[in-house]
């Protein structure tokens, strides 16, 4: 039977009582056809040519050595960046949504008011990126190496474990206080056994996040919000969390030796610790 009479026979299928669904998802498998792969060349043409920023939405840039690349503005949602070499590259105000960086190297990279929810950025390379009001809502960050980077944003659902943010800089922006408080947002993330050591959270929102098995040596929680936050396991060790919000904190098996200002933290007799 030729292609056409298959599809043609698919189509019938549908029609008929029951065949609806099994027939549609066949029909869409059999139109289906792979994301369109572009060169490193053709991207950057693309970039240089005049007028609105350039579409790149599912396209395949995976493996692609695109450091130093101005995308500023581009349209990447649903784009497939896995192992790609951006290092160095401007990604501001760009929209990332459903992308796919797995493995990517984005050392460097400005993402500042880029959206990035639900993507997919897994033992990704983000090592002092700038993430400056940047959507990472539900993201996949699993294993990223977020050492020494700039994060104030959006990042509530998101998907932490296991990642390395040394250093990061996560602090409140006490120079942009007239635009209203912009901090970091992990408000239900999930950064089960992450390094966040010697990180600035100073005031940032961790709300019912889970930091089980996290390291938080050294870090500044300074005015943090860990209202529900389960730090069961959490090594705090020289942690700053002077007038935290505890309250329904879980810090059972937690390693707090040496830990600043636990007694000035807010609601503290309402935190559950070892009995």
């Known amino acids: 039977m030729s292609l056409a009479g298959f599809a043609a026979s698919l189509l019938l299928l549908a029609r008929l009582p029951g065949g609806g669904p099994v027939a549609s998802a066949a029909i869409v498998g059999a139109v289906d056809t792979p994301p369109v792969r572009l060169t490193a060349e053709q991207v950057r043409s693309a970039l240089r040519t005049e007028g609105p920023a350039p579409s790149f939405a599912g396209k395949d840039l995976g493996g692609l050595d695109l450091r130093g690349v101005d995308f500023r503005g581009a349209d990447l949602t649903g784009v497939r960046l896995a192992g790609a070499y951006l290092d160095g590259a401007n990604l501001f105000s760009c929209d990332l949504t459903d992308a796919v960086a797995t493995g990517a190297r ?15 950025f897994s033992r990704a390379d983000l090592r002092g990126a700038s993430l400056f009001s940047t959507i990472v809502e539900a993201a996949n960050l699993t294993e990223a190496r977020l050492d020494s980077a700039r994060i104030i944003g959006y990042l509530k659902g998101a998907r932490l474990v296991r990642a390395s943010l040394r250093s990061a800089n996560a602090g409140v922006d006490a120079a942009n206080q007239s635009m209203g408080l912009m901090r970091a947002n992990f408000a239900g993330a999930d950064l089960t056994g992450a390094d966040l050591t010697g990180a600035n959270l100073y005031k940032a929102d961790l709300t019912r996040a889970s930091l089980a098995e996290a390291i938080l040596a050294r870090a500044d929680l300074t005015a943090a919000e860990l209202f529900g936050a389960d730090l069961t396991g959490a090594d705090l060790s020289g942690a700053r969390l002077t007038n935290a919000d505890v309250a329904e904190a879980v810090f059972r098996r937690a390693r707090l030796a040496g830990v600043v200002g636990l007694n000035e933290t807010r609601n503290r007799a309402r935190a559950i610790f070892d009995d």
């Open 106 to 120: 984005l050392a460097r990279a400005n993402l500042d008011g880029t959206v990035l929810r639900r993507a997919d």
